[in-house]
């Protein structure tokens, strides 16, 4: 039986403001196994953003379970959420988010020095989180004299590092022209495979659906039957 390294069960979100109740997320039930690719799409305001949230501990559901590496996440404890995210959850976001001072081998050590790896073991864990991206070549190199693609590379070396069991993926070939975007994805799917994570990705990007094992619709806050649904709302 193969692992399922991220859950949601009956999840739901509501925010709050004054006299303003709106419920983004109606009973969501949804996993992502260990080296399984799964897009996730959906127009503007159907709750994808504010789900990726919630299973990457950012933010807690009004009601409902989240699991993460096969453990339940409580949700009035902070510091474990925080320590869920630090341990568990690498993160891809749209805009690389580097840090334009460091090198990107120094941005890749940055982010395990975070996770509490330090000295030589957080330098040879980021060469090796290089190396699986294809830039072992690039490690000195500052982010403004990196292409997009290069760029986001790192930004997956860095979500790699520590061996995280899930990955996480905000709309990452946003940013990218098509050929970089599907090479990108191609990196994607190979290092979830290889590495056995289990990848989610949250996506306008039709081309998305070419690496993903399952597509995942949402719209309204409800779960569909698969993303073209979704996107035709």
């Known amino acids: 039986m193969t692992e399922k390294v991220l859950a949601v069960e009956n999840v739901t979100k509501v925010f709050e403001e004054g006299r303003q109740r709106v419920e983004v997320l109606k009973g969501i039930t949804m996993d992502v196994a260990a080296g399984e690719v799964v897009a996730l799409e959906g127009p503007s305001g159907s709750g994808k953003t504010t789900l990726l949230s919630i299973m990457g501990c ?3 559901p009004t009601s409902g379970e989240l699991s993460v590496a096969g453990s339940p996440v409580r949700r009035s404890d902070e510091g474990a959420l925080r320590e869920v995210r630090r341990r568990s959850i690498g993160f891809v976001f749209q805009q690389y988010n580097l840090f334009p001072a460091l090198s990107a081998l120094e941005n890749v050590e940055y982010s395990l020095n975070v996770r509490g790896v330090r000295g030589r073991k957080a330098h040879e864990e980021a060469k090796r989180a290089l190396d ?3 830039l072992g070549d690039r490690r000195g ?7 997009g693609g290069q760029k986001q590379r790192v930004a997956i070396a860095r979500a790699l590092a520590g061996s995280p069991p899930v990955l996480l993926a905000d709309e990452p070939t946003a940013n990218l022209d098509t050929a970089t975007g599907a090479q990108v994805l191609d990196l994607f799917r190979d290092l979830a495979k ?6 989610l990705i949250v996506t306008h990007d039709p081309k998305v659906r070419r690496i993903a094992d399952r597509v995942v619709g949402i719209r309204d806050g409800r779960l569909v039957r698969d993303g073209a649904e979704a996107a035709a709302a």
């Open 58 to 60: 950012i933010l807690t």
């Open 132 to 134: 699986l991206v294809g």
């Open 141 to 147: 190199f500052l982010p403004r004299d990196l292409s």
């Open 194 to 199: 290889g590495e056995r994570k289990g990848l």
